[in-house]
């Protein structure tokens, strides 16, 4: 069998076992206790991701991600203030829907992103917004806000 497709099958079989995985949590009630404690330690494992995959940058996160997973389709756009990165498909979404519906963005997805986001860049979280999810809507959309600072203006 090709690399080539060796590959897909091996993201495609990830992302089913992350689904069965996330329906099987909502089922049994811990999903969201789950999330909370895969939250608390994303910052903790984001730097070592981040070295391992070559990221330094905002829009290495997204990309890089991509490429290895093959499971969203981000496109990153530089703004005013930033970025945003939008992804109008995504296998673990709609494998997820398939098994049972339970939300798996947040814990195995934005989450870790969000961290190395966060890492790699030195933005505070708080300037991370994920404005919609492929779960909800027909977009899953990420703003990243870079702050500037202004001199201080004598008077």
Sequence with gaps: MEIEKRLIMLQNTYAASVAETVNTYEKLGALEAIVERRKARQAQTAPYLNQQLGIQSVEDVFYKLS????CANWSVVKTDD???????????????KKMGGANPCNGWCLDPMIAMLSDASGIDVKNIIVESTLMNDDCCKVSVKIETFSPATEE
């Excluded at 490429?67 to 093959?70: A, L, R, T």
């Excluded at 930033?82 to 997820?96: D, E, H, I, M, V």
């Design 82 to 96: 930033g970025f945003t990165a939008t992804a109008t498909s995504c296998k673990l979404c709609a494998l997820s």
């Design 67 to 70: 490429e290895i997973y093959g």
